[in-house]
């Protein structure tokens, strides 16, 4: 069962976070990819400009997840290049650490650490990977648990939350290390349908806000109301991208066509 809640906002509706920068938050040219003989993406080319909105969609294995995976250096690529905020991205440790301090990511599934509270899980990495002393950290965390409301769960265990709940932690924690982009890879396919609308409607805050966002979903409710492009994608490529007005209501592909008809209700 898939939620359908809409969003309004202005598309041109801008924060504090958006950025005044012309150059591509993201910038990905001619990249491909190879699972052994199996080419996963092909020659993908795409832009995200600082404070744009995008919505990844298309059927499973279509490489959308994997792309997404690549601009922040959790999965390599043979050929191409991606930039992030104009530093290339490559496997050198270097390069690596300097795209993911600008780069967050929430996943399907929540990843929290069970042993650890809340505001313990939206500390860890401030304390030990960036040494941020310890009061500093958890004002810091409280401020994003705030964010995505839900302030009093900071001394709960992951497991006494419910799953909406817990992905909300996920995308405050995310946050607690100031990322410039915020990567979403179905950040909803593993709830329940009642708690879909709670997780949306905290990216929708996001974005708000100015946040560049690319988020792989099957929600087009959200999609049609958040995005300012989106992008389909079929067999490892990118088919069509469009503002949603258009790729709702008259795709140029049949692809696009297709999917749309078995999708959208």
Request: with cysteine; net charge positive.
């Amino acid at each position: 069962m898939t939620a359908t809640a809409c969003f309004p906002m202005s598309h041109k509706e801008t924060g504090s976070m958006n950025e005044t920068s012309h150059a591509p938050a993201i910038e990905i040219t001619g990249m491909s990819k190879w699972f052994g003989s199996f080419q996963v993406l092909d020659k993908i080319d795409f832009a995200v400009n600082p404070g744009e909105r995008i919505v990844v969609c298309g059927p499973s294995g279509s490489g959308k997840s994997t792309m997404i995976r690549c601009i922040n250096g959790l999965e390599t690529f043979q050929d191409g290049r991606i930039t992030v905020h104009g530093q290339e991205l490559t496997q050198k440790t270097r390069a690596l650490d300097s795209v993911r301090k600008s780069v967050g990511m929430v996943f399907q599934q929540f990843n929290l650490f069970p042993h650890l509270t809340v505001l313990e899980n939206c500390t860890l990495a401030q304390r030990w990977v960036h040494k941020v002393p310890r009061t500093v950290a958890e004002g810091i965390a409280m401020e994003q648990l705030k964010k995505v409301r839900i302030p009093e769960q900071a001394h709960k265990y992951p497991r006494r939350l419910s799953g909406g709940q817990q992905q909300r932690v996920a995308i405050a924690r995310s946050l607690c290390l100031r990322p410039r982009v915020m990567l979403f890879d179905e950040p909803t396919s593993s709830l329940d349908p009642e708690m879909v609308r709670e997780v949306l409607e905290t990216m929708a805050d996001l974005a708000r806000e100015g946040m560049t966002i690319i988020c792989v979903t099957h929600e087009m409710g959200f999609a049609r109301s958040i995005a300012d492009r989106i992008v389909f994608m079929d067999q490892g490529r990118i088919i069509e991208e469009a503002p949603p007005a258009e790729f709702f209501d008259t795709p140029r592909q049949a692809r696009t066509q297709k999917f749309l008809e078995q999708v959208v209700r």
